[in-house]
């Protein structure tokens, strides 16, 4: 079975007797009382338009004084905003953020506001997701110093970046299925 557009939707209830009329009168109505009172509109909000973000939007040079802080682990989503599999990670993304609010740094860096810095961390496939963390009190040596713990390119959904926060900055199992 096809199917239908909303347009021949409308041109088959059109044809229904009387229909169109209802149609008309509806539609003359609502623009009628839009034009009397626009703020009788609704507008429709995503809830990106009113929530603060768990994942912030940082610069290159933002991103730069954060890889000199190691109280906290940091994931980087390096990202561009024309790159379908980005988009696709971002609510996965934004969701482990959540998850891990005051426990892990998340932060997005658009790779074409940066390309400096995007080629000094050698981002060449997009999304690419970097793990760091502080030196542990075993790895000795300069304990200002970050250690990427894991750098992963390509689109990963909620699920395996939180398995992979916990096995790197936790201690727990690596996940067994990365998707």
């Not at 426990?103 to 999304?127: A, H, Q």
């Not at 390119?153 to 699920?159: D, I, S, T």
Request: proline content about 4%; overall charge negative; charged content about 25%.
């Amino acid at each position: 079975m096809k199917k239908l557009s909303i347009y021949s939707f409308l041109l088959v209830l059109s044809s229904v007797h009387g229909f169109s009329n209802v149609l008309r009168n509806a539609f003359r109505s609502n623009s009628m009382a839009v034009a009397e009172n626009p703020s009788s509109c609704l507008r429709m909000t995503s809830s990106s338009d009113t929530d603060e973000k768990a994942a912030k939007l940082v610069t290159g040079e933002e991103l730069e004084m954060m890889l000199q802080e190691w109280d906290t682990p940091l994931v980087v989503d390096a990202y561009a905003t024309w790159c379908g599999p980005c988009l696709l990670m971002a609510p996965e993304f934004e969701a482990a953020a959540k998850e891990f609010e005051g426990k892990v740094r998340f932060v997005k860096l658009d790779t074409d506001k940066d390309p400096e810095i995007s080629t000094r961390l050698n981002i060449m496939g997009l999304p690419t997701l970097l793990f760091l963390s502080g030196k542990t009190d075993e790895e000795g040596g300069d304990q200002s110093v970050g250690v990427l713990r894991d750098r992963i390119e390509g689109a990963l959904r909620k699920e395996s970046i939180v398995g992979i926060c916990n096995y790197y900055f936790f201690g727990g199992e690596m996940p067994t299925e990365i998707s």
